[in-house]
């Protein structure tokens, strides 16, 4: 994994604010997963930033939520 706190210092105000909402164990939203792939380089790049939850939305959808590291990072880590 790359730099956690290279990529957190991408991020704005607001997605660090959403990010630490959702915490270690909240499902990410799109914006969320957009900000960190943004953040990383690019679409895609953020994946190793979020893992799976093992659950899907609704609509089918793989939901995430955030590696232990960017949570620890982000002091959502309980």
Do not use: W
């Not at 660090?16 to 790049?45: F, I, N």
């Amino acid at each position: 994994m790359k730099d956690v706190t290279h990529l957190v210092e991408k991020l704005s105000p607001e997605e660090l604010a959403e990010l630490r909402a959702a915490g270690p164990e909240g499902v990410l939203t799109q914006s969320a997963l957009k900000a960190l792939d943004r953040a990383a380089g690019g679409p895609g790049m953020g994946h190793s930033y979020y893992v799976s939850a093992g659950t899907v939305d609704g609509d089918g959808t793989p939901e995430f939520v955030l590696h232990h590291s960017v949570a620890a990072v982000l002091g959502t880590q309980g």
